[in-house]
């Protein structure tokens, strides 16, 4: 698939990276439909967190529809559409 990706202060190219996979039970891959960076992205592109490598790839706020889910995924079920929230929990804890 394509991603935007970071390659260094003030710069982002879009690449060719793997293809999402499943790696736990409650997981669900998304095809998105449509995506975008926000405000806090740009921090990253800027440079000012230090955890950043080239490659990495940015941009958490999208939409799309579900397309494989964990055996665990009882809430969503492939075909759905969804909002991807850039902050989430497992919803089982306080």
Not at 37 to 60: E, K, N, Q
Request: with cysteine.
């Amino acid at each position: 698939m394509k991603a935007l990706c970071w390659e260094g202060v003030n710069k982002l190219s879009v690449e060719q990276v793997p293809d999402p996979e499943l790696r736990n039970d409650q997981d669900i891959v998304v095809r998105l439909v449509a995506g975008t960076t926000c405000g806090s992205d740009l921090h990253l592109i800027g440079g000012y967190i230090p955890a950043m490598r080239a490659g990495d790839v940015i941009g958490h706020e999208s939409v799309g529809e579900v397309v494989e889910t964990g055996p665990a995924v009882r809430r969503h079920r492939v075909g759905d559409r969804v909002v991807v929230s850039s902050f989430v929990g497992c919803g089982r804890c306080w």
